[in-house]
């Protein structure tokens, strides 16, 4: 019996046939299981068969997409990382196909992308995706068949299919602009501090454009070190909410300070922030 985590049904993995459109890997001659890796990676499927054991091992991770909109490119396009560790006893790998797969949230479509893996067993990739991928929370999973060829020549034939071995996010750049006035009073006036948060835009014929964070909120502080090194932690003053034209504002007591605006981010946008000097440390304007 199959042992994993968000696996789907028996039938189906009983039902996975030869991979269509996945790489294959064809060992030539008889392959002896692998040694265990160095570094493990987490087990997501055991698949038990008399004499055999397949053990499938996965993990992945997301991407920020960066851009830059005056040029009108992606610096960093959309894309995942996985690594992939297939491990088995009870005979020699004689085949191995499979894919990788892409859901995004819990209902939305999948995607298929060859799994690449040495004699071994073993891959490590990044994958790039379309430039127009939706941002937000993705299920990365594996489906795979292997045959093992047990001592007299028996084959055993094992089948994978997990389809959340891993949850990842695929996110946009965000940018945080800031201004303080006045901005060189230092004696505990009170003081505006405002700015918009904005993320980036891609168009289906790969047109970039910054548009407004709508709504979540962002976290104003000032930092005793200023930006040039990390002795001190942030000091949190309050949470400030983003409108619906992505800016912000409140109001502080002028002090000399190095003001930080810090957005958290959530599963479609990365987190950002940026720095805004009052007093002599700098022209806040």
Request: glycine content about 10%; overall charge positive; aromatic content about 6%.
């Amino acid at each position: 019996m199959s042992l994993h985590s968000r696996s789907r049904t028996d039938s189906l993995r009983r039902g996975l046939a030869v991979l269509a459109a996945a790489a294959t890997l064809l060992v030539g001659g008889l392959v002896t299981a692998p040694a265990t890796h160095a570094v493990e990676v987490p087990v997501v499927d055991t698949d038990r068969l008399p004499g055999t054991v397949l053990t499938t091992r996965m993990t992945a991770g997301g991407s920020v997409t960066y851009g830059n909109v005056s040029t009108n490119k992606l610096t960093r396009p959309p894309s995942f990382t996985y690594r992939a560790d297939v491990d088995w006893t009870g005979g020699a790998l004689r085949s191995l196909t499979g894919r990788v797969t892409l859901q995004h949230g819990d209902n939305g479509p999948t995607f298929y992308f060859p799994l690449e893996v040495d004699a071994q067993g073993d891959g490590q990739h990044r994958v790039r995706l379309h430039h127009a991928t939706k941002p937000g929370r993705y299920r990365v999973g594996i489906e795979l068949t292997a045959e093992i060829e047990r001592s007299g020549g028996r084959m055993s034939s094992h089948r994978v299919n997990v389809n959340e071995a891993k949850t990842v996010t695929i996110r946009r750049q965000t940018i945080v602009t800031s201004k303080i006035s006045p901005a060189r009073a230092i004696d505990g006036r009170p003081s505006r501090l405002s700015g918009r948060v904005e993320v980036l835009a891609i168009a289906a014929d790969r047109d970039l454009s910054m548009k407004p964070v709508t709504g979540g909120n962002v976290t104003i502080a000032y930092d005793p070190d200023g930006p040039y090194a990390d002795r001190a932690r942030d000091v949190v003053v309050r949470k400030v909410p983003i409108s619906a034209d992505g800016t912000f504002s409140t109001v502080v007591p002028a002090q000399e300070r190095w003001w930080k605006i810090i957005y958290g981010g959530n599963t479609r946008y990365a987190g950002n922030y940026s720095y805004r000097p009052q007093g002599d440390l700098g022209c806040g304007c």
